[in-house]
């Protein structure tokens, strides 16, 4: 389930992310992961649920939807 739209969809549709030392990296198979579909990449609303799953503040946020989207 995607956590921004909230829809169901196939995991080859969606992106496999996790925060680690808050930063957004590819799932490494290892500890807690959320999933990005990839219409919602370009969403408004990402801003803020990343900001809430990585516990980060706006200006690390700007950086980590810039690497998000050149994934």
Do not use: H, P
């Not at 990839?38 to 609303?45: E, Q, R, V």
């Amino acid at each position: 389930m995607c956590v921004v739209c909230r829809e169901r969809l196939s995991q080859g549709e969606m992106l496999r992310l996790q925060c680690q030392n808050k930063e957004i990296i590819k799932f490494s198979g290892i500890g807690r992961s959320f999933y990005i579909c990839k219409d919602c990449i370009n969403s408004k609303k990402l801003d803020k649920i990343i900001q809430r799953i990585c516990k980060i503040d706006k200006t690390a946020n700007k950086i980590i939807i810039s690497k998000i989207k050149e994934m």
